[in-house]
């Protein structure tokens, strides 16, 4: 079956350091990949997405790239901001028509002044 | 404006008690799915309705009922609630295609908790 596994968390880091957030997947066919953010007592939003091998997706600096070798898709920022304090989830779906995302157990990041 | 609704926000409730926590979206979305959060943070989904019609039902038990009056609204209904439902439920729409994923648009969750 479909699977995502992330690195365990919390993740404490000082402004302004590296973030990566390890993620890989197990999956038939080609996934489409997701990166979803969950700030404090909100829903999710879509952080960024890549459909295919080699596809970099990015948003408010934060870059992912899909990597079919590996079967990886790590989000990383240069340099983090208190306010990217959040649950940040990876999460894949199959690319045929509209399917359920399969989510991983998401990586709780919190940034200090 | 806001894309996708649940109410309520927040609900506290007696086990035993059926209770319904309803969705709405406004973005034109053919796909609505609801999703169960625990405690842990992991996220799964339950259910995913097409134009008003049932596609998925992962193994939830059948205390849970979907229904979907329109392709606008998927409410969820729960009978019987036990400890373990508490959790937050989120539903989710997305605007179905052929052969392509599109972006799920998630409702800011409803947090479920039974006494």
Known sequence: ?113 | DTAVSQTPKYLVTQMGNDKSIKCEQNLGHDTMYWYKQDSKKFLKIMFSYNNKELIINETVPNRFSPKSPDKAHLNLHINSLELGDSAVYFCASSLRTSGTQETQYFGPGTRLLVL
Not at chain 1, 1 to 12: D, H, Y
Not at chain 1, 58 to 69: I, L, M, P, V
Request: overall charge neutral; proline content about 4%.
């Open chain 1, 1 to 113: 079956g479909n699977s995502v596994t992330q690195m365990e968390g919390p993740v404490t880091l000082s402004e302004e350091a590296f973030l990566t957030i390890n993620c890989t997947y197990t999956a038939t066919g080609y996934p489409s990949l997701f990166w979803y953010v969950q700030y404090p007592g909100e829903g999710l939003q879509l952080l960024l997405k890549a459909t295919k091998a080699d596809d970099k997706g990015s948003n408010k600096g934060f870059e992912a790239t899909y990597r079919k070798e590996t079967t990886s898709f790590h989000l990383e920022k240069g340099s983090v901001q208190v306010s990217d304090s959040a649950v940040y989830f990876c999460a894949l779906s199959r690319r045929a028509g509209n399917t359920p995302l399969v989510f991983g157990k998401g990586t709780r990041l919190s940034v200090i002044a």
